[in-house]
């Protein structure tokens, strides 16, 4: 089955600075990579997510990119502010047509935005 | 409000009892997860249904664990002669895409198995 890691686990950076968090998958079947967003005590909530047909992918403050032949993927917030704070998780997905479609997440990356 | 919900929010319960869950979906979704989340972690799959059949139970779904989606609306995840080792947050995700698989979750349940 498909093996996610992530990393760091954790990471502050001070306000206005741009955070970068990474994960690797394993199954090259993978095609759909979604980020989620959870803080304390809430669900967790689709903040972007990229396709495997594209490389790279930008709303306002959040990107993600892919490297298919690497197998990894990256978020990037940029001029992050102390409401970014909150726990990421990566995902992958397989194809949706052939049925593997439950989320394989990563562990976790805690980000503190310092004021 | 029109995205995920799940009933109840917590529940403690004694070792050995049994225990049901329910998750509304958001309505035109026709597929549903059910996945588990412990401290520190991050969600792992449990089952998935398309409609009401049940396609895919991961090998965390052990023979004490029961999901069925009768009407392929509302699903119920039912945990019989319950362990501590269940203790967990189970959160329910739904999804309506074909082609691409975005999943929106419900606020979990928060069991404690005492």
């Known amino acids: 089955g498909e093996n996610v890691e992530q990393h760091p686990s954790t990471l502050s950076v001070q306000e206005g600075d741009s955070a970068v968090i990474k994960c690797t998958y394993s199954?090259?079947?993978?095609?759909?990579f979604p980020w989620y967003k959870q803080e304390l005590g809430k669900r967790p909530q689709l903040i972007i997510d990229i396709r495997s047909n594209v490389g790279e992918k930008k709303d306002q403050r959040i990107a993600v990119t892919l490297n298919k032949t690497a197998k990894h993927f990256s978020l990037h917030i940029t001029e992050t502010q102390p409401e970014d704070s909150a726990v990421y998780f990566c995902a992958a997905s397989g194809p949706a047509q052939t049925g593997a479609n439950n989320l394989f997440f990563g562990t976790g990356t805690r980000l503190t935005v310092i004021p | 409000d029109t995205g995920v919900s799940q009933d109840p929010r917590h529940k403690i319960t004694k070792r050995g009892q049994n225990v049901t869950f329910r998750c509304d979906p958001i309505s035109e979704h026709n597929r549903l997860y059910w996945y588990r989340q412990t401290l520190g972690q991050g969600p792992e799959f449990l089952t998935y249904?398309?409609?009401?059949?049940?396609?895919?139970k991961s090998r965390l779904l052990s023979d004490r664990f029961s999901a069925e989606r009768p009407k392929g609306s509302f699903s119920t995840l039912e945990i019989q002669r319950t362990e501590q080792g269940d203790s967990a947050m189970y959160l329910c995700?739904?999804?309506?895409?074909?082609?691409?698989?975005?999943?929106?979750f419900g606020p979990g349940t928060r069991l404690t198995v005492l």
């Open positions: 249904f398309q409609n009401e059949a049940q396609l895919e």
């Open positions: 199954d090259s079947a993978s095609n759909y």
């Open positions: 995700a739904s999804s309506f895409s074909f082609f691409y698989n975005e999943q929106f």
